[in-house]
C-alpha cells in the first residue's frame, strides 16, 4: 500500500506523519487520545499539556493490559472448549420424531395389488 502524508493534532501539538494507514482511522485515533488528554485536563487543570499527554498515554497503557488480559483469559477458555469430547445428542422424553415430506409420502403409500 502506497504510504501518504496526514498531519494529527494530539493535544496542542500538530504531528505530521507518513503512513500507510486510512487517513480517517489516524484521525480517529487521534480524537481518542484527545479525549484522554481532555479527561485528565479537567481533573488536573494546573498540569502541563506534556504531563496530561504522559497521564493520559499511562491510562490507555493500562486499559490495553487489561483487555490483553481478558483476551489472553478468552484464548484459554476457548482452547480448553476445544479439548472437551464433543457432546452426545439427547432427545428429549416428549420430543416427537421429526418426518420430511418424503418420509411421510413414504408412510402413506400403499403397496399396489395384484389381481391373479
Excluded: F, W
Excluded at 487517513?23 to 479527561?39: F, P, T
Excluded at 499511562?58 to 490483553?68: G, H, P, T, V
Excluded at 445428542?89 to 403397496?111: C, G, H
Amino acid at each position: 500500500m502506497d504510504k501518504m502524508r496526514i498531519t494529527i493534532k494530539l493535544g496542542t501539538a500538530e504531528y505530521r506523519l507518513l503512513v500507510t494507514e486510512d487517513e480517517q482511522y489516524m484521525q480517529k485515533l487521534a480524537s481518542d487520545v484527545n479525549e484522554h488528554i481532555d479527561r485528565i485536563k479537567a481533573v488536573y487543570a494546573t498540569l502541563s499539556d506534556y504531563d496530561c499527554a504522559m497521564l493520559a498515554m499511562l491510562n490507555m497503557a493500562q486499559e490495553l493490559s487489561d483487555l490483553k488480559t481478558r483476551y489472553n483469559e478468552l484464548e484459554s477458555r476457548i482452547e480448553t472448549l476445544r479439548e472437551l469430547p464433543p457432546a452426545m445428542p439427547t432427545r428429549r422424553p416428549l420430543e416427537k420424531k421429526r418426518t420430511t415430506a418424503k418420509s411421510k409420502a413414504a408412510a402413506t403409500e400403499e403397496e399396489p395389488v395384484t389381481v391373479s
